[in-house]
């Protein structure tokens, strides 16, 4: 069965600092990924998809970027994270019919 | 851009009454699913529903694709409901865009 990865489950991080989440994909081939946030209140805003590797979509120009150095691994990052960084990031893989999600990493920029 | 809208963005109910939850949506989809959140930030999809009628337990959703809307009907309700319930589409023109609602947030009182 397919699993999705995604960690840590929480990180207090310094102004400045830099930043990366790891996901990773179990149990199936060529999912497409994508990563969320999810500040305070309700709204998923989509921050990057990507349907292959090498392939990323970047959906809000922000102080961000992401990464998909192999099929089933999806990364995002920052150099200097910034105190409007912080909120919950939510990674999901798709079939293209369902959405998964990871269990999504709290980030605290402090 | 795309264009989700959830209603009500708030609902409190007791236990045993039943709700409807409306999606709108801005153009003609690919792919329509309604997915809930536990007090946790777990992300779980109910239903993978372009179009027609699902049920599964004491829920149920319907779209029409033809007038751009989809509606979950919880009956019975519980106090397990709870939580956010996120509508997500990808429209035929976003390629695999996988775009949320604000969500709409239920809480069931015993």
């Known amino acids: 069965s397919q699993t999705i990865h995604q960690w840590p489950a929480t990180l207090v991080q310094p102004v400045g600092s830099p930043l990366s989440l790891e996901c990773t994909v179990e149990?199936?081939?060529?999912?497409?990924l994508y990563w969320y946030r999810q500040a305070a209140g309700r709204g998923l805003q989509l921050l990057f998809y990507?349907?292959?590797?090498?392939?990323i979509s970047s959906e809000v120009p922000q102080n961000l970027s992401a990464s998909r150095p192999q099929d089933r691994q999806f990364i995002l990052s920052s150099k200097k994270l910034l105190l409007s960084d912080s909120g919950f990031y939510l990674c999901?893989?798709?079939?293209?019919?369902?959405?998964?999600f990871g269990q999504g990493t709290r980030l605290t920029v402090v | 851009g795309i264009q989700v809208e959830q209603s009500p963005p708030d609902l409190i109910l007791q236990e045993g009454a039943n709700s409807t939850l409306r999606c709108n949506f801005s153009?003609?989809?690919?792919?329509l699913q309604w997915f809930h959140q536990n007090p946790w930030g777990q992300l779980i999809n109910l239903f993978y529903?372009?179009?027609g009628t699902k049920q599964n337990g004491r829920l149920s959703a319907t779209t029409v694709a033809t007038e751009r809307y989809s509606l979950l009907y919880i009956s019975s309700s519980q106090t397990t409901d709870s939580g956010v319930y996120f509508c997500?589409?990808?429209?035929?023109?976003?390629?695999?865009?996988?775009?949320f609602g604000e969500g709409t947030q239920l809480t069931v009182n015993p």
């Open positions: 999901a893989w798709s079939n293209g019919i369902l959405a998964f």
């Open positions: 149990g199936t081939s060529n999912p497409n």
């Open positions: 990507s349907v292959g590797i090498g392939q």
């Open positions: 153009d003609s989809v690919n792919n």
């Open positions: 529903i372009p179009s």
């Open positions: 997500a589409v990808e429209l035929e023109t976003s390629g695999s865009r996988l775009t």
